[in-house]
T-cell receptor, first 108, second 113 residues
């Protein structure tokens, strides 16, 4: 089965950096996704990791360590529009499982 | 390119009734998956369809079922509704499966009274 843990809430200041951690336990790991979900909207794709290491995409980066069952999403140069829920999702052989999400609040 | 379309957007039903939700995927996408989202449980995987066959399934009771048509459109059915089925039901499409990027629709908000 799946067990995915991520912090419930984080608060940061505009222009700062925030790191959202995700730990997971799974049988048959097949990739890890990060999605962003604004209140009242559908989740949208941010990043995907299947091999160990760092994936960088503009202000967002995601890291994966398969041996540790650990990933993080790094948000740099925070903007007010980055206030949202960030979902970690793990793909195993049979399904895609999501963490409960981390609500990030960006303050001016 | 049109996105994923879900209908209806809102639905109110009473306990014991059944409901059918519809999802039209992005053109060219062959995989459709369904999710239930609630404040307490978060986003939970229901099932995935590919080429009209259920390929993967989450841990939901048999009251939750679905199907996919030859044009990749999908429907989800919930029978004998319970109060706890009140949730946002999201559909997502992808090119070939759960290992690809999932593109989500806006969801159907179901309220069971």
């Amino acid at each position: 089965g799946q067990n995915i843990d991520q912090p419930t809430e984080m608060t940061a200041t505009e222009g700062a950096i925030v790191q959202i951690n995700c730990t997971y336990q799974t049988s048959g790991f097949n990739g890890l996704f990060w999605y962003q979900q604004h209140a009242g909207e559908a989740p949208t794709f941010l990043s995907y990791n299947v091999l160990d290491g760092l994936e960088e995409k503009g202000r967002f980066s995601s890291f994966l360590s398969r041996s540790k069952g650990y990933s993080y999403l790094l948000l740099k140069e925070l903007q007010m529009k980055d206030s949202a829920s960030y979902l970690c999702a793990v793909r195993d052989r049979h399904k895609l499982s999501f963490g409960a999400g981390t609500t990030v609040t960006v303050r001016a | 390119k049109a996105g994923v379309t879900q209908t209806p957007r809102y639905l109110i039903k009473t306990r014991g009734q059944q409901v059918t939700l519809s999802c039209s995927p992005i053109s060219g996408h062959r995989s459709v998956s369904w999710y239930q989202q609630t404040p307490g449980q978060g986003l939970q995987f229901l099932f995935e369809y590919f080429s009209e066959t259920q390929r993967n399934k989450g841990n939901f009771p048999g009251r939750f079922s679905g199907r996919q048509f030859s044009n990749s459109r999908s429907e989800m059915n919930v029978s004998t509704l319970e109060l706890g089925d009140s949730a946002l039901y999201l559909c997502a499409s992808s090119l070939n499966g759960l290992e690809n990027i999932q593109y989500f629709g806006a969801g159907t908000r179901l309220s069971v009274l």
